[in-house]
């Protein structure tokens, strides 16, 4: 089956600052990559998402990009705010959307 | 709509307990999960379901039991309870194959 590994497990940032996230994947039929943060208390949140069609998707301060061939996508967090302080989850998914989580980043944001 | 709705928030069971935690969803989804989280180690899956009548197990399915009888409810059965089973259980929905899944609030579950 697939396995996803996500690093680092904590982030500490400054604010203002930028975050990064990288993740690997095993089964190359994965054509789905989300991503998810999760606040203290809450449910898991869909922030981005990327399929493998595409190479890099942006939304704001966010932006995740993909190697197929390398098997591995990263998050980017620009201008970091206190907000953004959560657990974010990478995941992968081939046809029938069984998703495999990554381990999670925990990320602070200093003020 | 309410989106991906769980019960109960919290729950203490004995050990060789049942019960079965509830998650229902308004939003005409076809795929739905069941996750555990454990610290240190992300999302598990449970067991999930392409549809109505349709089910089949994830990473995790021993002890668990589940069923979908309509689109919108999707129960996860606990039938012995132990203290391995002690997790936050969130349920998730999607609507499609390769969509974003929407997750509840999640059950904290503690046997004891």
């Known amino acids: 089956g697939e396995n996803v590994e996500q690093h680092p497990s904590t982030l500490s940032v400054q604010e203002g600052d930028s975050a990064v996230i990288k993740c690997t994947y095993s089964?190359?039929?994965?054509?789905?990559f989300p991503w998810y943060k999760q606040e203290l208390g809450k449910g898991p949140q869909l922030i981005i998402d990327i399929r493998s069609n595409v190479g890099e998707k942006k939304d704001q301060r966010i932006a995740v990009t993909l190697n197929k061939t390398a098997k591995h996508f990263s998050l980017h967090i620009t201008e970091t705010q206190p907000e953004d302080s959560a657990v974010y989850f990478c995941a992968a998914a081939a046809a029938g959307n069984k998703l495999t989580f990554g381990g999670g980043t925990r990320v602070l944001v200093k003020p | 709509n309410a989106g991906v709705t769980q019960t109960p928030k919290f729950q203490v069971l004995k050990t060789g307990q049942s019960m079965t935690l509830q998650c229902a969803q308004d939003m005409n989804h076809e795929y739905m999960s069941w996750y555990r989280q454990d610290p240190g180690m992300g999302l598990r899956l449970i067991h999930y379901s392409v549809g109505a009548g349709i089910t089949d197990q994830g990473e995790v399915p021993n002890g668990y039991n589940v069923s979908r009888s309509t689109t919108e409810d999707f129960p996860l059965r606990l039938l012995s309870a132990a203290p391995s089973q002690t997790s936050v259980y969130f349920c998730?929905?999607?609507?499609?194959?390769?969509?974003?899944?929407?997750f509840g609030s999640g059950t904290r579950l503690t046997v004891v």
């Open positions: 998730a929905s999607s609507l499609t194959d390769g969509g974003g899944y929407t």
């Open positions: 089964d190359s039929a994965s054509n789905y």
